[in-house]
Nanobody
Framework: QVQLVESGGGLVQAGGSLRLSCAAS????????LGWFRQAPGKDREFVAS????????NYADSVKGRFTISRENAKNTVTLQMNSLKPEDTAVYYC?????????????WGQGTRVTVSS
């Protein structure tokens, strides 16, 4: 079983930056796709960014391209989301995700979330 724990959320003014981190335990995530999703009040959870396992490329939602950067450190079993030029619309609970799929196996894990509030 994999446990994911996010940290780094908080309150920041528009234009500011935050760095979210997600630490995994229970299994090495070297081969997992790692990602960040977010859920704003009254809205569905949405994709933010992801990075493939073992040197895979990064992908971003259009709304965060050029502002957010996802990175991973396999040796530490961590994934980080650097968020710059934050906007009020970035306010949400951010969730870390780890996923590995092969044939009929779908290992999909979520963290408990960390809240980000961007004031205008």
């Amino acid at each position: 079983q994999v446990q994911l724990v996010e940290s780094g959320g908080g309150l920041v003014q528009a234009g500011g930056s935050l760095r979210l981190s997600c630490a995994a335990s229970g299994r090495t995530l070297r081969s997992y796709d790692l990602g960040w999703f977010r859920q704003a009040p009254g809205k569905d959870r949405e994709f933010v960014a992801s990075i493939g396992g073992s040197g895979g490329s990064a992908n971003y939602a259009d709304s965060v391209k050029g502002r957010f950067t996802i990175s991973r450190e396999n040796a530490k079993n961590t994934v980080t989301l650097q968020m710059n030029s934050l906007k009020p619309e970035d306010t949400a609970v951010y969730y870390c995700n780890a996923r590995w799929r092969f044939l009929t196996v779908d290992n999909n894990y979520w963290g408990q979330g960390t809240r980000v509030t961007v004031s205008s």
